[in-house]
């Protein structure tokens, strides 16, 4: 593998066997339209066998390509990460290995990127052909990253996008292993550009990006890139101090006026339970962050790579023609 090789895509990989002989068709399309590229593979731990199904489909790659195994499962975004610290490519692209992007939008983005028009730019999903449930599920998911992590974000989200080195380079330097990937590539700013496309159906397989991977998803991106949790508190704690003041003023007047002339034990049980809510919901909130600041501080490495497999499909070719010879 060259370091002079001009473009990289990387595929995380999780729970993909069925879809591996399809994936690398469409990459071989991608190849030849793009006018070569290379791939890079990353198996996150699958417990299927999408690891073997890329080392045995090695021989229909018209592309070159690496295989890299994680240790365990680390996350999508951590494989995507370490996709990108191993490409040679002056420009990356990153797509998901089940195909419900359209390959040929890779193109559309790396030609965005040769012309100068962007550092990055983002797939923009315009619609989608999942379930009413899912569509519901992932459109709320969406609304409420916009409103609390990242307001720029398109409402879609994003599954798919391309940058320059430059841009990779500037994600690479964040070491926080509780975080978002795509809010850091907002975070770092670059010229941005979105491309509106549609998202498939998914033909095979089933999606492993769940309600509980959503939600640690926003948690993360939350702690990480927000501090409305902690505002909210601080409001909720002026207005509740507010609110209680008026109450004792009114308490006192009622008292003095005869108005109340027993201690209300309903009072009391509804005052004791209001704080003792409010003293465990701050205690969570501060505790989320407080546990992230530890976990940064810790210093373990974001990944473990079990290893790695190099396929070096222009040394193959010529081997073949030289045989032919």
């Known amino acids: 593998m060259t370091a002079a090789c001009p473009r990289s895509l990387v595929v995380p990989v999780y729970r993909n066997e069925e879809n591996i002989d399809d994936l690398i068709a469409a990459l071989n399309r991608l190849n030849q339209d793009v006018g070569g590229m290379e791939v890079v593979f990353v198996v996150d731990g699958s417990p299927d066998g999408s690891g073997e199904a890329l080392l045995a489909g090695r021989r229909l790659m018209h592309f070159s390509a690496q295989i890299i195994f994680h240790s365990r499962n680390f996350g999508s975004f951590t494989a995507i990460r370490t996709g990108i610290e191993f ?16 390959p040929e939008l890779i193109q559309r983005l ?31 998911f969406w609304w409420l990253y916009r409103k609390m992590v990242i307001p720029t974000i398109p409402k879609g989200g994003v599954d798919i996008f391309a940058c320059n080195r430059k841009v990779a380079n500037s994600v690479m330097e964040f070491a926080e292993p509780n975080s978002s990937l ?13 491309v509106p496309y549609e998202r498939r159906a998914r033909v095979k397989g089933k999606s492993s990006w769940g309600f509980a991977r959503r939600m640690r998803y926003m ?30 003023v009114y308490l006192v007047f009622a008292r003095l006026t005869n108005f109340i002339t027993v201690p209300g034990y309903t009072a009391l049980a509804v005052l004791i339970t209001f704080a003792t809510s409010g003293i465990l ?11 992230r600041t530890f976990e ?4 373990r490495p974001l990944r473990v790579i079990d290893y790695r497999v190099e396929h070096h499909y222009a040394l193959i070719l010529a081997s073949e023609e030289k045989e032919h010879q």
């Open 296 to 299: 940064n501080t810790k210093r």
């Open 182 to 194: 795509i809010a850091q590539l907002f975070w770092v700013g670059f010229r941005r550009c979105f």
């Open 87 to 102: 490409s040679h490519g002056v420009l990356i692209g990153v797509m998901a290995a089940d195909l419900q992007e359209p």
């Open 219 to 248: 948690m993360d991106s939350i702690f990480s890139f927000s501090d409305l949790p902690v505002l909210l508190i601080l409001w909720l704690g002026l207005f509740g101090c507010i609110a209680s003041a008026i109450f004792g």
């Open 110 to 140: 790396f030609g965005i990127l040769e012309e100068g028009q962007a550092d990055i730019a983002f797939g923009q999903r315009t619609g989608r052909h999942d379930s009413i449930l899912r569509d519901l599920l992932s459109n709320g």
């Open 281 to 291: 919901l701050v205690q969570g909130i501060i505790g989320a962050y407080l546990w």
